[in-house]
């Protein structure tokens, strides 16, 4: 026996190298400084955890913690009380627009939820338009500030998380299994609730895990709503890039109890639902129901709501962006000085997020792609571990990321504090989950023995990967690309840590006018944000479409 | 053109032992089958070759060069796959280039010898069709056109008919006999269906468990089966007592179908047997029926149809057989 490489794993096990190469210096090595700042004393010599003692101990921070995880709770069941009958709607009720209303609903997926936020706030909030105008009827209500406006934005932005899989959940229940019921004597009302829900209770519960999780990172919602009340992500920066006293070790404790809670919420998803998956393989789908007039005029009334309101703020900021501002106080001229305001300056910003987001969605996109090859093509448990560090940047909050970041490239032998490169490394890594996931997906459902036709011809595995691969995965590939993209233009949490002098991107102008109360230039950055949102989603809904034609 | 010699190969997966110690030699322009039951290792072996699966142990040489050691994409093998591996993103001529192209032919050469490959397997005039707009049928000819065109020196074939019809099958399988005959290739041919086996090839090897039960023409291996899962596997067989045809020893006896005749019909010379007959089934060109012997054995016999002839459940009957047809089992 020789210790040979096997001829045909060659190019997986180089590309697997490689991913732990960048993986380990651009995700490992940080995460483990982020630790090391955490359990080092002040002097950064000794082990202890009177960090944590500390921490844990000041009422501050443990109300941090509480908040946290009830808001996240909160979210996560209201999330899941407004999707899951929204979802049954579209899969079974007559409802008109279907298609229309699946669209739209995804739109919050790309949309920043910062400015849905900031749109509330100047909706809603003590100064806001709509709490100006019931004022001088009389009407009061309760101050959207706090938990109860956090939870409203995260319900209105993530609720597309739970519908998405739970309606594919109610499409896939195959009739037969609802038919069988119905013939054992069950009443359609009691088939709902006995076989066709507890088979969706999986995608349910998958997507308000991710809510969770979403929330539990989320910087930018608590930061423009939370005001006074302590939440993780926010105490983290604060205390990183705190004006007195920036403080990594406790910045540090604060980043590995989020990732904790975030992995520990992953690793329940991966026990308990991996299994719990009711695979019926459905070949009929459900038919649509025969409903009373009232029910579906009620579901279609429902439906369109929902999707209306989840985008009413991003609506309104576009027209608040054309309206006057005078410091954060609006007046109703329609004006352009906003955008003349924000441009004025500098057009560097906006420059620089296209740029960023350009460079990053590449970087993920020539790394995840080869990550996914490896993933789904490598039988080894090599493979398998590529797989859990690559999914392993979706428990780690942007701000503990880009925190680790600046504690481990500050100084020593490679120093990016300061410079572009930095930012685009720390999308590249936050991002590339989703590009693994994606490409997994697609190259799950291509025959391997392509591959092995095109080797036996005559093609090398990397000639076999660029020509056969590369070409039937395109069309995922460009949509990843974009979405990519589009989510990289608007990230926030790691930004804030880690944007320097020239390099400011259309969030950090946004964050620095909320911080310093431009309402002006605040909403004509969340408008252009939302363009440079929308357009290429609109391209590629287009390209789409004409690629399914011509097909 | 090249034999192909496979000397001591074992591939283990965990406890599975896919591939046991095989030793084989294929001639030059053999059409040389892998037959067998599920599971018996004979893709592994294909595989092997082809150059996506690990040798545990042995080698394999085409003529006098080693190539198990080399990487699958300079083994020169033109390999049929099972879902024909046509790719989608090219078109019919697309795909019947592909392998050329990686050889550097020249344009005009590579033009002039798809054109010859897509009439070879009677799909000229296809070039430009998408692998979408063909039949199953279709795209196998396609597959097999691919991995012709590269002149390969070895062709080989993954049950490359089984998602097809079985009228289609019949008439593919001659087809491919008739290509690599006239080509002069040697092939190496995998099915578990017999009657496939037979028809196209010179010499057949059984595989079970990962070894090699039996090597040999395939009327030989059909006639003198050397074991008991041989004779049942190459078709349906009667496999009795040695004392119930009256012979002595111990063992197992294989008399097939088609070797018992009813009295009226045989050759004088045939020893007899009588019992009753305990089931019949006329099948068009041949009639089958079982025969309960006096000590409880059923024997089963095959014959071809006679108009005149009336069998019916429970009638006395005598048999024979060609005593020359017997074989004796290990
Ligand atoms: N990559 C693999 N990993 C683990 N076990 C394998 C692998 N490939 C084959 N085996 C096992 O080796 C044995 C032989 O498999 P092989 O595919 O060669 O059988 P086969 O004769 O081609 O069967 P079939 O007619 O079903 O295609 C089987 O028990 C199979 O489960
Ligand atoms: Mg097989």
Redesign the interface.
Request: net charge negative; no cysteine.
């Given at each position: 026996m020789t210790l040979t490489i096997?001829?045909?794993q060659r190019l997986p096990l180089a590309i697997a190298a490689l991913g732990f190469l960048f993986l380990g210096l651009f995700l490992l090595y940080p995460l483990f400084n982020v630790f090391g700042a955490s359990v080092l004393d002040g002097d950064g010599e000794k082990f202890t955890f009177a960090n944590y003692v500390k921490i844990l101990g000041r009422p501050f921070y443990r109300g941090a913690v509480a908040n946290t995880l009830m808001i996240g709770v909160a979210a996560t069941i209201t999330t899941i009380v407004i999707s899951v009958p929204f979802a049954f709607a579209l899969a079974r009720l007559p409802v008109p627009g279907k298609a229309a209303i699946v669209a739209l609903a995804a739109m919050p997926l790309v949309l920043p939820s910062f400015v849905s936020a900031y749109a509330i706030v100047l909706l809603l909030g003590r100064a806001g338009v709509v709490t100006q105008w019931l004022n001088s009827w009389g009407i009061g209500f309760g101050s959207i500030y706090g938990a109860g406006g956090i939870v409203l934005v995260y319900t209105l932005t993530l609720y597309p998380y739970v519908l998405l899989p739970t309606m594919a959940g109610f499409k896939a229940v195959d009739v037969s299994i609802e038919e069988a019921a119905q013939s054992l004597g069950s009443s359609p009302r009691r088939t709902l609730w006995t076989v066709t829900l507890p088979i969706v209770v999986p995608s349910i519960l998958a997507g308000g895990l991710l809510v969770f999780i979403e929330t539990l990172e989320n910087f930018g919602v608590p930061f423009v709503l939370a005001e006074d009340m302590p939440i993780f992500a926010v105490e983290a920066f604060k205390l990183f890039v705190g004006e007195t006293a920036p403080n990594p070790s406790s910045a540090g404790v604060l980043g590995v109890l989020l990732i904790l809670m975030t992995s520990l919420v992953l690793l329940i998803q991966r026990r308990f639902l991996a299994n719990r998956r009711f695979a019926t393989g459905a070949r009929s789908a459900p038919p649509i129901l025969k409903v009373g007039p009232g029910l579906r005029i009620a579901a279609t009334v429902y439906c369109w709501s929902v999707v209306l309101l989840a985008l009413v703020p991003f609506f309104a900021i576009v027209v608040l962006s054309f309206m006057e501002f005078r410091g954060p106080v609006l007046h109703p001229n329609f004006s352009t000085a906003n955008f003349t305001a924000l441009f004025e300056r500098s057009t560097r910003p906006l420059l620089n997020t296209l740029m960023f987001a350009t460079l990053a969605a590449i970087g993920v996109t020539l790394i995840g792609v080869p990550i996914a090859y490896v993933v789904t093509r490598l039988r080894s448990g090599l493979a398998a571990v590529l797989d859990v560090i690559a999914t392993l940047p979706f428990a780690v909050a942007g701000t503990v990321l880009a925190i680790g970041f600046v504690v481990s490239f500050n100084s020593g032998w490679l120093i990016l504090t300061g410079g572009p490169f930095i930012m685009v490394l720390a999308y590249t890594v936050r991002k590339i989950p989703f590009a693994v996931r994606s490409s997994s997906g697609i190259l799950h459902q291509i025959?391997p023995?392509?591959e092995?036709?095109?080797?036996?011809?005559?093609?090398?595995?990397l000639?076999?990967f660029a020509r056969?691969l590369v070409?039937?995965m395109l069309g995922g590939i460009m949509s990843g690309f974009v979405l990519t993209w589009v989510t990289i233009a608007s990230e926030l949490s790691a930004t804030v840590v880690l944007y320097s002098g020239q390099w400011r991107t259309l969030t950090v102008v946004m964050f620095q006018a909320l911080e310093g109360g431009g309402g002006g230039i605040a909403t004509a950055a969340a408008s252009t944000l939302i363009v440079v949102t929308l357009v290429p989603i609109a391209l590629l809904y287009r390209l789409i479409r004409r690629y399914e034609l011509a097909a | 053109m090249t034999g192909i010699v496979i000397e001591g190969v074992t591939r283990t997966f965990g406890t599975v032992r896919a591939v046991d110690g095989v030793n084989l030699t294929v001639g030059e322009g053999e059409f040389f089958t892998l037959l067998g039951p599920s599971g018996c290792g004979k893709t592994t072996l294909l595989r092997m070759i082809a150059g996506f699966c690990e040798l545990d142990e042995g080698q394999i040489r085409f003529g006098t060069k080693r190539i198990d050691t080399l990487p699958a994409h300079t083994r020169d093998i033109g390999m049929v796959f099972q879902n024909y591996a046509v790719f989608p993103n090219l078109t019919v001529a697309g795909n019947v280039a592909y392998g050329l192209k990686a050889r550097k032919v020249t344009a005009a050469e590579v033009a002039r010898r798809v054109e010859e490959a897509l009439s070879l397997v009677q799909l000229g005039g296809y070039g430009e069709r998408w692998p979408h707009q063909l039949s199953g049928g279709q795209l196998q000819r396609v597959a097999i056109a691919r991995a012709l065109v590269i002149r390969p020196q070895v062709l080989l074939f993954d049950e490359p008919l089984s998602n097809l019809d079985a009228r289609l099958r019949v008439s593919m399988r001659a087809e491919i006999r008739e290509l690599q005959k006239s080509l002069g290739i040697t092939a190496i041919y995998v099915t578990h269906d017999q009657e496939e086996a037979m028809s196209v090839s010179d010499r057949i090897a059984l595989m079970q468990s990962g070894r090699l039960e039996q090597v040999g023409a395939p009327a030989e291996i059909y006639r003198q089966p050397a074991s008991r899962f041989a004779a049942e596997f190459m078709g349906t067989t009667n496999l009795l007592e040695p004392k119930a045809l009256g012979l002595s020893g111990a063992g197992r006896v294989s008399l097939r179908p088609e070797a018992l005749r009813l009295d009226a019909e045989a050759p004088a010379g045939w020893p007899r047997l009588s019992g009753t007959v305990a089931h019949v089934e006329i099948l068009g060109p041949i009639t089958r029926f079982d025969v309960r012997l006096a000590d409880g054995s059923v024997i089963r016999v095959a014959s071809l149809d006679e108009p005149h002839r009336t069998l019916a459940t429970g009638a006395q009957v005598t048999l024979a057989y060609d005593p020359a047809r017997v074989t004796v089992l290990a």
């Open positions: 096997p001829h045909q025959d023995s392509l092995e036709a095109s080797i036996s011809l005559g093609r090398s595995p000639q076999t056969i070409p039937l | -």
